[in-house]
């Protein structure tokens, strides 16, 4: 009975915080549908003001989470996941009922903190409650969540806007937000680590700036362009706050980021796929709802229908990889959803042109980038729980989210830099042709970065000092 009754306890755990990380991940890519209804709602405010409602969520979000993650394991993993989820949900709620854009910006704002400090603590309870043996198969479900979330989107922002109006992009976090409140006191049983030092101020603002002018350059390239003064300089200031961080980072006895969590294999070599992926990622699902509308003349809510099938094979396929990633291993699984995704971008760079044949020139590689993103998103997250020490499990799991984050941010500007201001079909077409190329490149780099991984599902989890690889 006792037997059942811990089982039960995890089950719930991970729905808990599988739940919360699509909600967090869905609110970074629904407003990309919702935000023309929210112009024409607060239309007397500049189109550069606005796009804050995006801008401001990225930017927050990427900054705050390895900090967040830290904490989380000094003050607690349940703690701060209820904590975030509160944050979060009630910020959902300003968000919908704003009458003005800079209360929604703010609100915005106030999200992205709790996102950031939700995300990786949910991680750090699902990898408590299960025991190692479990792990590949619970951990690619909390990370499914949030690749599922990732390619919804547009889907489910296309139906929400259309049918209730944008401001029920964010209602539809609040019975979300009520759950994992209510049942996370009742379920969530407390883990940390006392002796995790609080990180230094000082490290926590370096980060926070050095990842915020990094966003902040990316996003801003729309208006700026790419070699524009103001954007290489919030580049060189970006890459000195990095640098003025990792030598801060060296002396202080109190880091944000424990720097020798990256001597460890699996850590290092899931981040920079991450990054890679993330990229290819997110210029894939933006790139995806522009052509259908644009080339193809779709309106907003059949684009958001047709590019259903991805995640909804995400949903299907991620537990049966993660039970054969505890067979066999996390890099097989990740290795062929890589080249998988960029065969998928590899078919639209042959298939797709202006005449519409959605079965047969589209529908493939939805299923292949599918297949990819069920394969890389959550077999990565599995990846590195295995990896990581217990007490670490919360920045550990902030950084491979931060990674991913940053490179998502990389991804949509360079789709809208690719994609918006073509003049002509034939440009269009080019400029599409461009991105899935992205596609193609971010699956074949995002395979070779997972090559030099070790995964047997066997292999000890061991303190940073002794697990530390070359």
């Known amino acids: 009975m006792a037997e059942f009754v811990d089982e039960a306890r995890r089950r ?9 990380t699509l909600a967090t991940f869905l609110d970074t890519t629904i407003l990309f549908v919702a935000f023309p209804d929210i112009g024409a709602t607060f239309s007397d405010t500049s189109p550069a003001t606005l796009s804050w409602v995006l801008n401001a969520y990225t930017i927050v979000f990427a900054a705050f989470l390895i900090p967040a993650g830290k904490i989380a394991d000094r003050v607690g993993h349940r703690r701060s996941f209820l904590a975030g989820s509160a944050l979060f949900t009630v910020a959902s709620m300003v968000c919908g009922l704003a009458p003005t854009a800079e209360l929604l910006i703010a609100g915005r704002i106030v999200q992205a903190v709790g996102g950031a400090i939700l995300i990786p603590a949910s991680l750090a309870l699902v990898m408590s409650a299960y025991p190692r043996h479990e792990l590949p198969r619970a951990v690619a479900i909390w990370g499914a969540a949030g690749a599922v979330a990732g390619a919804l989107g547009p889907t489910l922002g296309a139906a929400v806007v259309e049918g209730l109006g944008w401001r029920w992009a964010f209602f539809i976090n609040l019975p979300v937000g009520a759950y994992t409140i209510i049942a996370g006191r009742r379920t969530l049983q407390e883990s940390s680590d006392p002796d995790t030092a609080i990180p230094n101020t000082v490290g926590v603002v370096l980060v926070a700036a050095a990842a915020g002018a990094i966003s902040y350059a990316v996003v801003e390239t729309e208006t700026n362009g790419w070699w524009s003064s103001a954007t ?10 990095v640098a003025v961080f990792v030598a801060h980072q060296r002396r202080t006895t109190a880091p944000v980021l424990d720097l ?13 796929a991450g990054l890679v992926f993330g990229v290819a990622f997110s210029a894939m699902f933006l790139a995806s709802i522009l052509f259908l509308t644009s080339v193809w003349g779709w309106t907003v809510l059949e684009a958001g229908f047709g590019v259903a099938p991805g995640p909804a094979l995400v949903a299907i396929l991620a537990p049966r990889l993660g039970s054969l990633a505890g067979r066999i291993g996390q890099r ?9 995704y960029a065969a998928g971008g590899l078919w639209r760079v042959l298939a797709l042109g202006p005449d519409v044949d959605y079965l047969v020139d589209y529908f493939p590689s939805m299923l292949l980038t599918g297949f990819g993103v069920a394969c890389i998103w959550p077999q ?22 931060a990674a991913r984050q940053f490179g998502g941010t990389f991804g949509v500007a360079i789709a ?20 899935w190329w992205v596609i193609v490149i971010g699956g074949v780099g995002t395979a070779l970065l997972v090559l030099p991984m070790r995964t047997e599902a066997s292999a000890p989890v061991a303190p940073v000092s002794a697990a530390a690889e070359a």
């Open 12 to 20: 719930r755990t991970l729905t808990i915080a599988s739940l919360a």
């Open 232 to 241: 290489v300089g919030w580049f060189v200031l970006g890459a000195v706050l």
């Open 260 to 272: 020798d969590l990256f001597r460890i294999r699996n850590v290092a070599w899931s981040d920079l």
């Open 332 to 340: 097989p699984i990740l290795v062929a959803g890589a080249l998988a």
């Open 380 to 401: 990565l997250s599995s990846a590195v729980a295995q990896a990581l020490p217990p007490n670490r499990a919360g920045i550990g799991g902030a950084s491979l989210q």
């Open 416 to 435: 809208v830099a690719l994609v918006v201001g073509a003049d002509s079909l034939e440009a269009s077409l080019d400029a599409f042709e461009q991105v």
